[in-house]
């Protein structure tokens, strides 16, 4: 049975040096025509929660969806440019993501809370759009929920590639949101201490595989191949 690996975005893969947070100041201005007084609360929650939070948090209610769709895309291409200047992959990213596409039995696509035309345009800004299957992944845009991303991942494999929706997947992410959604969701998670969060905090939210970072290709790929089945 195949694996089914799926990557968080920033502060896993790639860092975005505040670009993230200037695309939502921008988003909610477009919408509220007015700045925000205090930067998006994001840690992995999806552009859903973070964009609603932000209104939450100025007395103003929030937007319709499409219309925040909208604006999260243009701001997104806006500060396409800013994220190549100042932002950075993350060490050992490019060798483990090569590792992963090259193993026949896993298909390694990614689990974000962007919304799908900012997540390719990260991912494209540093060449890694490439080294993974965007078309069946999971996005902000698709729940508020991150644990539900899990599902519409699985759907997505199962549509594209034929596989069985009880496939088993994998979250590799920086967040204890991220840890939280696999363990909700029943998938498997690597966690790494690449963010904001230390190994210790990540383990304390239910992590049993911690890793510092990305930099051990080796690591990495043992760690994805203990979840595979036996006899795989």
């Known amino acids: 049975m195949p694996l ?3 990557w968080d975005i920033d502060h896993t893969l790639l860092e975005n040096a505040g670009v993230s947070k200037e695309i939502y100041a921008s988003a909610f201005t477009q919408l509220a025509r007015q700045k925000p007084v205090a930067p998006a609360p994001t840690e992995g929650r999806t552009d859903r929660l973070i964009l609603a939070e932000m209104f939450r948090q100025h007395g103003l209610p929030a937007p319709d969806w499409p ?6 895309e243009t701001a997104g291409a806006a500060h396409s440019d800013q994220l190549r200047l100042r ?3 993350l060490p050992g990213v490019l060798d483990a993501l090569r590792a992963v596409r090259a193993d026949h039995r896993m298909v390694s696509s990614v689990l974000t809370g962007n919304i799908a035309a900012n997540a390719r345009m990260k991912l494209a800004a540093f060449d890694l759009d490439q080294l993974v299957d965007l078309s069946v992944g999971a996005f902000g845009a698709d729940s508020a929920d991150r644990a539900a991303l899990v599902d519409v991942a699985r759907k997505r494999v199962h549509a594209a590639y034929g596989l069985s929706t009880d496939t ?3 979250l590799i992410g920086d967040t204890p949101r991220d840890v939280d959604a696999a363990l909700t969701s029943g998938a498997g998670v690597i966690a790494v201490a690449s963010g904001i969060h230390s190994a210790d905090e990540l383990r304390q939210a239910g992590a049993d595989r ?9 690591a990495v790929m043992a760690a994805l191949r203990d979840a595979l089945p036996t006899g795989t």
């Open 4 to 6: 089914i690996v799926l």
């Open 67 to 72: 219309s925040a769709l909208a604006a999260l």
């Open 87 to 89: 932002g950075r992959v």
């Open 168 to 170: 088993p997947v994998v």
């Open 210 to 218: 911690v890793l510092p970072d990305l930099r051990d290709t080796a």
